[in-house]
């Protein structure tokens, strides 16, 4: 029970082992508000502590120690957090000594800084005497932790971290609903070619016992009821065959159906998540969820799901017609399936982790070839070719070593399986000659147990892999199904205001934005009037980016607004926002197609005369002609074959094509050389006239035409002026333009970042 | 016995204090191995709060006795890479899969988010990334009992 002055204000439950000793604790009219649970001591050592804030002191249990130390809130004292490496850390100091310290793995951060936050504000209050004013958090409605601008809580995501559960498998349903009509055809056909499955070996016993026991006895054959036996074998034969045809087709089809949803769902949602989920994930990781993984589960459901039912189908159908003919038998006969099922099962386990051991290796080498192909350059200029062949051929030889291995297993799993079925035979001989001995059942039962149960125990091999591709199907769906219960960040909203002429006003009040728990923009004010060139200078690090991705929305701000206008940006229905904006990035991506397509991929229905006028107005329509296909050239990867200078102008004749009111310049000039940076700028000049833009640059030279600079420091506006302005200030703006007018790097660990890279320059042809 | 050009202390608030040989003081310097686990006893770096490098020392058995006592008491209270001794069980051979293990500091369990955030080590060792980030050392999979061996290896 919990007393009732341990009104816990944070909504996370105490966890049970603390509960009794932290109210035990209380002060009668004090409250506990929030607490951490510590799993490390100062050594580094797993151990168990406590620390709780309360309206009036704070209580720690350090790790290894009985007692309770207690630090009611005074002047001077203060609680600092930090982590490295995993390992975060709180100290306790006032003015003349440290008074204490905890250490806890990282997983406990986010309760950490709630019990920082908690502590400050105690703090403030009571040094001030007000109460606690306590700002509107993002809380996670689950657990109450903050959320920091994430999605997803840090302390619920680990709930997720249970491997993915086959009933995942069902959520697929939502796929297959549209199909539910030709399943359930699929699955009636199933049943009926199934039961005409059963009728062959059934036939068996009359065959016998009427026809082939009798004359061997001296009664002639009976010519007429042969044929209609045969009859009935071959009829039966050619139903299952059409009704097993059929019922193949229908659910194979339905299977990539559903399989061809799931893919363009995924991807069509992919596409709609905002750019901090791509921050987070791996191109390739992403590229097998929606190929491969989309092709498990569609394997899973054509083949795998089918010819388990049916199996299953089979099993219960045979098991009941057994029964019916001879309980006593079936018996017998059913008696070693579970046995052999479970022989079956042990020998495949093993076989399963040889085969993904065998998958993991092959990553391996793969490995080698994505490392290696791409930087060939680099490996040809150092001549380390027989390194890397070297290398290639250890990941290869362990592959060979692990398959080895497996097919050591494998060799063996089939003859074992016939074995046990042989066994299995043996026994049904064994006990039906004693039947038959004892004139319990006749010749033609014993012959079509025979033919049922060699049927479905060489099924038992194929049954017993549903296990495992159950489970790989479900971790498929799993890794799916987390990209498609992702909420996009940047949400377009239900009633969206519609733009009509955009006039490219934009005003920034009060932006403040964190990234995790880091904050990276603290209360930026700018208005930006139409038509007007803003630069944005600092070092890196300092939120110039940001603050360009907050402004084409591919974040939202945590705190303060954003307006075109006067209308909140996220008010308007993000694609439509979107499309008044140009974007020049440092490194230009150019699409797999033509030069045409890549300038008119803002706007696919451009003619070819605008096409050629956006070229020229980026100075790119000379080279472009100057390729041996003019406009029709391929270019893509990375835009090949074109230098970087030039892929930057094939850019800028996109972003001028759309004709945007606002553009952005993004480090637009910073991986070219100067020489190419002077043409790439008459481009520029171009785009910029008439339009509100936002420039970044490193060289603050390429920003002379600005009519404003903004200077950013750690996320804050510390300077707003021209550039003779801020010169003349001698401020923040011209200790960077002096330090780059010595070409010294102002400090190497903050602008190292900024550098062009040299291979850049080198790609040119 | 190598000569040091800078002196070590330790103040009130638990901090080490850096003297260099030209009489600069830095408070709060503190020690980086270069290599943590190639060669974790050659170069160790004091790092200013600046981020700037205060001193370097090559060897750190060649250091004085005070001094390499007070900067291995630092070194154990930053860094961080329980090393596994036995694995007790996990949850599933299927990732996510949380581990229960012995570690020198203790038993924990971790959280494997998937087979890619095992990093060999040279021949024989093995880096084990958790779902926090915090890397857990496997020095010898030889080392280790037949029971941990097995387990690991459905991971490997």
Redesign the interface.
């Known amino acids: 029970m919990i007393p009732d002055n341990l009104q816990i204000v944070s909504k996370t439950i105490l966890p049970e082992a603390w509960r009794e000793e932290t109210a035990g604790l209380m002060a009668a009219g004090e409250t506990l508000l929030t607490w951490l649970e510590v ?2 001591d ?6 168990r502590g406590f620390l709780v804030v309360t309206d009036q002191r704070l209580l720690a249990r350090s790790p290894g120690e009985v007692g309770w130390q207690e630090w009611p809130y005074r002047q001077g004292l203060r609680l600092n957090h930090h982590d ?4 975060g850390s709180l ?1 306790l ?1 006032d003015e ?3 008074l204490g ?1 905890w ?1 806890y ?3 406990n951060n986010p309760a950490a800084l709630r019990l920082v936050d908690e502590f400050d504000l105690q703090m403030e209050s009571h040094l001030s005497g007000r109460p606690v004013e306590r700002p509107e958090e993002d809380v996670c409605p689950k657990c109450g932790a903050p959320l920091d601008g994430e999605e997803e809580c840090p302390v619920c995501a ?1 709930e ?5 559960s086959t009933r995942t498998l069902l959520r697929l349903w939502r796929f297959a609903k549209p199909y539910r009509w030709s399943l359930f055809w699929g699955f009636v056909l199933t049943l009926v070619s199934t039961a005409a499955a059963m009728v062959p070996p059934y036939l068996t016993i009359p065959l016998m016992d009427d026809v082939l026991i009798p004359y061997q006895n001296g009664t002639p054959i009976d010519i007429g009821l042969v044929m209609l036996l045969l009859a009935g074998l071959f009829g039966a034969s050619l139903v299952a065959w059409g009704l097993g045809w059929v019922k193949t087709y229908i659910l194979s089809l339905v299977a990539e159906h559903i399989g061809s949803d799931l893919r363009t769902t995924t991807f069509e949602h992919l596409m709609q998540l905002s750019l901090e989920y791509y921050g987070g994930k791996r191109t390739g990781d992403l590229m097998a969820r929606i190929g491969s993984e989309s092709d498990r589960i569609c394997q899973f459901l054509s083949m795998q799901v089918l010819d388990f039912t049916t199996d299953v189908l089979m099993l219960l159908m045979t098991a009941v017609i057994l029964f019916s003919i001879s309980p006593w038998l079936a018996l017998v006969t059913l008696l070693p399936l579970p046995f052999i099922a479970w022989m079956i099962q042990l020998v495949r386990d093993r076989l399963r ?1 040889g085969f ?2 065998a998958d ?1 290796i092959w990553s391996e080498i793969s490995n080698v070839l994505a490392d290696t192909i791409p930087g060939v350059r680099v490996v040809k200029a150092f001549a380390q070719e027989s390194r890397e062949t070297q290398r290639f051929r250890a990941a290869n030889a362990i592959n060979l070593a692990v398959n080895d291995r497996v097919n050591r297993i494998w060799s063996l799993f089939s003859p074992t399986v016939t074995l046990l079925t042989e066994i299995g035979l043996l026994v049904v001989w064994a006990f039906g000659i004693w039947q038959v001995s004892e004139n319990q059942i006749t010749v033609g039962v014993l012959a079509a147990f025979l033919a049922y149960i060699t049927r479905f125990y060489t099924r038992l091999d194929s049954m017993s892999r549903i296990v495992s591709t159950t ?1 790989r199907a479900a ?1 498929a769906a799993k890794r799916l199904f987390d990209i498609l219960d992702h909420v996009s960040s940047v949400p377009d909203p239900a009633n969206p205001v519609r733009l009509t002429e955009v006039k490219g006003r934009i005003e920034l009040r009060d932006v403040s934005f964190r990234y995790g728990n880091r904050s990276v923009l603290r209360g930026v004010d700018l208005a930006i009037e139409p038509g007007e060139m803003i630069g944005l200078v600092g070092h890196s690090g300092s939120g110039k980016t940001t603050l360009v991705n907050l402004i084409c929305r591919f974040y939202d701000v945590t705190e303060g607004a954003i307006r075109l206008d006067g209308a909140d940006i996220r008010q308007l229905s993000v694609a439509d926002y979107r499309r008044n904006i140009g974007l020049v990035l440092q490194e230009p991506f150019l699409f797999f197609g033509t030069v045409a397509d890549n300038i008119a991929y803002g706007k696919p229905h451009a003619t070819r005369q605008e096409i050629v006028a956006a070229a020229r107005a980026a100075h790119a329509h000379e080279f472009i002609l100057r390729l041996p296909q003019g406009y029709d050239s391929l270019v893509g990867e990375r835009g090949q074959g074109l230098s970087g200078g030039e892929r930057q102008r094939v850019s800028i004749a996109r972003a001028l094509l759309i004709d945007p009111r606002m553009l952005i310049l993004d480090e637009a000039t910073s991986s070219v050389d100067t020489e190419t940076e002077k043409e790439i700028q008459k481009a520029l000049d171009n785009l910029v006239r008439g339009r509100t833009t936002i420039a970044i640059a490193h060289r603050l030279s390429t920003l002379r035409k600005a009519d404003r600079l903004v200077v950013l420091d750690r996320g804050m506006i510390v300077e707003v002026g021209n550039h003779d302005e801020l010169m003349a200030r001698e401020g923040a703006y011209y200790r960077l333009y002096q330090a780059q007018a010595r070409n010294v790097d102002v400090d190497m ?1 903050e602008t190292s970042g900024e550098v062009p890279r040299v291979e850049h320059k080198s790609k040119g042809r | 016995m190598e000569t040091t050009d800078f002196q070590l202390a330790r103040n ?3 901090r080490l204090v850096l003297t260099a040989a030209d009489g600069t003081v830095c408070e709060g310097v503190v020690p980086v191995r270069a290599f943590p686990i190639a060669a974790s006893g050659e170069g160790v770096a004091l790092i200013g709060p600046d ?2 490098e205060a001193g370097w020392i090559e060897r750190l058995e060649a250091l004085p006795e005070v001094l390499r006592q007070l900067v291995e008491e630092e070194l ?5 890479m ?1 090393e596994i001794r036995r694995i007790h069980a996990v ?2 051979f ?5 581990w229960t293990v012995d ?1 020198d ?4 369990s971790l ?1 494997l988010w998937g ?1 890619e955030f095992i990093r060999r080590l040279g021949k024989s060792g093995l880096l084990v990334e958790d ?5 857990f050392l496997v020095r010898d999979i030889n080392g280790l009992d037949t029971a941990s061996r097995k387990l690991l ?2 991971f ?1």
Do not use: C, M, W
């Open positions: 799993d490390l100062v050594g580094l050592r797993y151990a490295h490496a995993g390992v100290e100091h003349t000594a440290r310290g250490r793995t990282i997983g680990r997720i971290h249970a491997p993915p982790n993904e051991k993991r489970q971790t660990d | 009130v608030f638990g981020g700037h154990g209270r930053r860094e961080f329980p949850s599933s299927a990732t996510p899969s949380t570690t500091r203790g038993e924990t959280v087979e779902s926090h980030g915090i890397h290896d459905r490997l």
